[in-house]
């Protein structure tokens, strides 16, 4: 079993920044890459971010390139995900989410197991 806890979210008018933190827990947590979704009311959950174990293999949603950075810090079985430039259409729920690490995907469907997520606001 993986255990996934989101924090950071919150409110930011639109131009500005926030990071959210996922951190990982479980006795086969080191085995998985983290993707980052994000979800708004009526909408499927959407891709965001992905990395993998090594850091090496990071991929982004083409609505958030260059806006967002996806990091790992390993030691401490986190992932983060640093979001500048926000826009309002970035609001959402974000919910980090584990697959095994051999899998490449940006499917919800293909991931294992999922945090609680975290509310992102950005006001106009």
């Known amino acids: 079993q993986v255990q996934l806890v989101e924090s950071g979210g919150g409110s930011v008018q639109a131009g500005g920044s926030l990071r959210i933190s996922c951190v990982g827990s479980g006795r086969t947590s080191r085995s998985y890459a983290t993707g980052w979704f994000r979800q708004t009311p009526g909408k499927e959950r959407e891709f965001v971010a992905r990395?993998?174990?090594?850091?090496?293999?990071?991929d982004y949603a083409d609505s958030v390139k260059g806006r967002f950075t996806i990091s790992r810090d390993n030691t401490a079985n986190a992932v983060y995900l640093q979001m500048n430039s926000l826009k309002p259409e970035d609001t959402g729920i974000y919910f980090c989410a584990a697959i095994r690490d051999f899998i490449v995907s940006t499917m919800a469907r293909d991931y294992e197991y999922w945090g609680q997520g975290t509310q992102v606001t950005v006001s106009s």
């Open positions: 990395i993998r174990r090594s850091g090496r293999s990071i």
